[in-house]
């Protein structure tokens, strides 16, 4: 009698078969095993980062929608998700995705990056500061938000703010 498939073995296999770069036998695994549970958010996220890694981003945000239909409120998901969403260039989702998901958790730093990330790139400086800095306020150690604030105090032409972040990350460079 054959075994049955496992959706979490499936899982595991595809996870392994992509670390080593075999991504279609990857993609296979995961379609078999959401054959067997569709509302898996896991299946769907672990899919869509494999499309990424491919550099299918259009499939990629397939997979992650629906993994945040299922899970809207995981991190991993969400972040992930407004990751994929701002290489895509779909500013809209980014901002759609972060908004909500800071309304239910306002400390994550990193959505507050990502925001700032999606404003600096549509050349709206002055929202990208204060999403940045937002991202400092309440994690002060948090590098890429403080090299992306001193970047964008650099196209503001706030020399002070600036500095005060430059210094900022050398003292963390130095620890």
Known sequence: MPAIEQPDKLNNEAI???SDGHFNEAI???KRALTIDQNNYLLWFNMGVTYRDMGNLKSALDCL????A???HNDDVAETYAQIALTAKHFNLVQ???EEELDYNPLDTHLWNLLGVKCFQ???Y???AEFFEQAVYINPYYEDALFNLKDTYNVLGNAAGEAECLKK???LNIK
């Not at 929608?65 to 945040?68: D, E, G, S």
């Open 126 to 128: 002055e929202s990208a």
């Open 28 to 30: 296979a695994c995961y």
């Open 65 to 68: 929608a629906r993994a945040y």
């Open 70 to 72: 299922i899970a809207p």
């Open 122 to 124: 549509t050349e709206d």
């Open 16 to 18: 392994h078969l992509a």
């Open 169 to 171: 990350l050398q003292e």
């Open 96 to 98: 759609e995705i972060c």
